[in-house]
C-alpha cells in the first residue's frame, strides 16, 4: 500500500516515534506579526499523541 506523500512532506518521525510538524501560519503575512509571535512560530513542534495512531496509519508504519 502506498503511503500519503503530503503527510511525509510535513510531518518527520523522531527515533522514539513521535511525530514532528511545523507550526501554522508560518508561511506569508509574517510582516506585521510582533517579534515574539515571529519567534514562537520558529522551531518545530511535536504533533498532538491523538493524532499519532491515524498518521502511522497513512504511513503504513
Known sequence: MKSR??????FKITRRGKFIRRPSGQDH????ESAP???RKRGKFAAAAADAKALRQHLNR
Open 37 to 39: 509571535a515571529k519567534s
Open 29 to 32: 503575512f509574517n510582516a506585521k
Open 5 to 10: 506523500k503530503s503527510i511525509l512532506k510535513r
